[in-house]
Protein backbone atom coordinates (compact mmCIF):
# COMPACT_ATOMS: atom_id res chain seq x y z
CA UNK A 1 0.00 0.00 0.00
CA UNK A 2 3.19 1.81 0.65
CA UNK A 3 5.96 3.21 -1.95
CA UNK A 4 9.41 4.16 -1.40
CA UNK A 5 11.89 6.14 -3.44
CA UNK A 6 14.60 7.55 -3.25
CA UNK A 7 17.05 5.47 -2.43
CA UNK A 8 20.42 4.97 -3.62
CA UNK A 9 24.39 4.90 -3.60
CA UNK A 10 26.23 7.74 -1.96
CA UNK A 11 29.79 8.22 -0.17
CA UNK A 12 30.01 8.77 3.45
CA UNK A 13 28.97 12.34 4.53
CA UNK A 14 26.57 12.39 1.73
CA UNK A 15 22.66 12.86 1.60
CA UNK A 16 19.84 11.39 0.40
CA UNK A 17 16.01 12.21 0.65
CA UNK A 18 13.33 8.98 0.91
CA UNK A 19 10.04 9.85 0.18
CA UNK A 20 6.81 7.70 1.77
CA UNK A 21 3.55 7.64 -0.84
CA UNK A 22 0.34 6.04 -1.34
CA UNK A 23 -2.63 6.86 -3.26
CA UNK A 24 -4.64 4.76 -0.96
CA UNK A 25 -5.22 6.62 1.65
CA UNK A 26 -4.57 10.18 3.26
CA UNK A 27 -1.05 10.15 5.28
CA UNK A 28 -1.56 12.47 7.64
CA UNK A 29 -4.53 10.62 9.19
CA UNK A 30 -1.82 8.40 10.39
CA UNK A 31 1.42 7.63 12.42
CA UNK A 32 4.44 7.45 9.87
CA UNK A 33 7.57 5.46 10.43
CA UNK A 34 10.64 4.48 9.06
CA UNK A 35 12.07 1.43 9.60
CA UNK A 36 15.51 -0.14 8.15
CA UNK A 37 17.09 -3.71 8.00
CA UNK A 38 20.72 -4.23 7.28
CA UNK A 39 21.63 -8.07 6.20
CA UNK A 40 22.05 -10.31 8.63
CA UNK A 41 20.10 -7.99 11.53
CA UNK A 42 16.77 -7.60 12.86
CA UNK A 43 14.37 -4.68 11.17
CA UNK A 44 14.96 -1.30 13.55
CA UNK A 45 12.96 1.82 14.13
CA UNK A 46 14.75 4.62 13.17
CA UNK A 47 11.94 7.66 12.45
CA UNK A 48 8.05 7.77 13.47
CA UNK A 49 5.68 11.29 12.88
CA UNK A 50 2.58 10.77 15.03
CA UNK A 51 -0.74 11.61 13.25
CA UNK A 52 -1.74 13.76 16.31
CA UNK A 53 0.49 16.52 17.13
CA UNK A 54 3.22 15.77 14.45
CA UNK A 55 5.63 15.10 17.18
CA UNK A 56 8.61 12.76 16.12
CA UNK A 57 10.54 9.84 17.63
CA UNK A 58 14.24 8.98 16.21
CA UNK A 59 16.75 6.44 16.92
CA UNK A 60 19.75 7.38 19.12
CA UNK A 61 21.80 6.56 15.97
CA UNK A 62 20.22 9.42 13.77
CA UNK A 63 19.43 11.81 15.72
CA UNK A 64 21.04 15.22 14.62
CA UNK A 65 21.19 13.68 11.15
CA UNK A 66 17.87 12.63 10.05
CA UNK A 67 14.59 14.28 9.60
CA UNK A 68 11.00 13.19 8.98
CA UNK A 69 8.27 15.60 7.71
CA UNK A 70 5.17 15.45 5.73
CA UNK A 71 4.15 17.46 2.88
CA UNK A 72 0.79 16.71 2.81
CA UNK A 73 -0.08 18.67 -0.50
CA UNK A 74 1.35 16.37 -1.96
CA UNK A 75 0.30 13.15 0.80
CA UNK A 76 3.89 12.36 0.78
CA UNK A 77 6.35 11.79 3.82
CA UNK A 78 10.41 12.28 3.88
CA UNK A 79 13.31 11.14 5.76
CA UNK A 80 16.14 13.90 5.18
CA UNK A 81 19.11 11.64 5.84
CA UNK A 82 22.10 14.03 5.95
CA UNK A 83 25.69 13.00 7.46
CA UNK A 84 25.26 9.65 6.36
CA UNK A 85 27.86 6.70 7.50
CA UNK A 86 28.32 3.19 6.19
CA UNK A 87 26.43 1.92 9.19
CA UNK A 88 23.66 3.58 7.72
CA UNK A 89 23.39 1.11 4.80
CA UNK A 90 20.62 -0.60 4.71
CA UNK A 91 16.75 -1.08 2.85
CA UNK A 92 14.44 1.61 4.16
CA UNK A 93 10.71 1.00 5.15
CA UNK A 94 8.00 3.22 6.16
CA UNK A 95 4.99 2.08 7.85
CA UNK A 96 1.74 3.48 8.66
CA UNK A 97 -0.73 2.97 11.68
CA UNK A 98 -2.95 4.91 14.35
CA UNK A 99 0.07 4.88 16.64
CA UNK A 100 4.16 4.76 16.62
CA UNK A 101 4.58 1.46 17.99
CA UNK A 102 7.91 0.35 19.50
CA UNK A 103 7.21 -2.90 17.99
CA UNK A 104 7.57 -3.21 14.00
CA UNK A 105 4.87 -5.91 13.94
CA UNK A 106 2.25 -3.83 14.90
CA UNK A 107 2.14 -1.87 11.78
CA UNK A 108 -0.40 -2.79 9.05
CA UNK A 109 0.47 -1.02 6.61
CA UNK A 110 3.91 -0.87 4.53
CA UNK A 111 5.82 -0.61 1.67
CA UNK A 112 8.50 -2.85 -0.32
CA UNK A 113 11.53 -0.78 1.02
CA UNK A 114 14.67 1.10 -1.03
CA UNK A 115 17.90 0.11 -1.02
CA UNK A 116 20.46 2.72 0.77
CA UNK A 117 24.33 1.96 0.55
CA UNK A 118 27.02 4.41 1.95
CA UNK A 119 30.01 3.79 1.01
CA UNK A 120 33.04 4.83 -0.25
Known amino acids: QLAESGGGSVQPGGSLRLSCATS????????IAWFRQAPGKEREAVSC????????NYADSVKGRFTISRDNAKNLVYLQMNSLKPEDTAVYYC???????????????WGQGTQVTVSS
Open 49 to 56: MHDSDGTT
Open 95 to 109: AADFECYNDYAEFTS
Open 24 to 31: KFTLDNYA
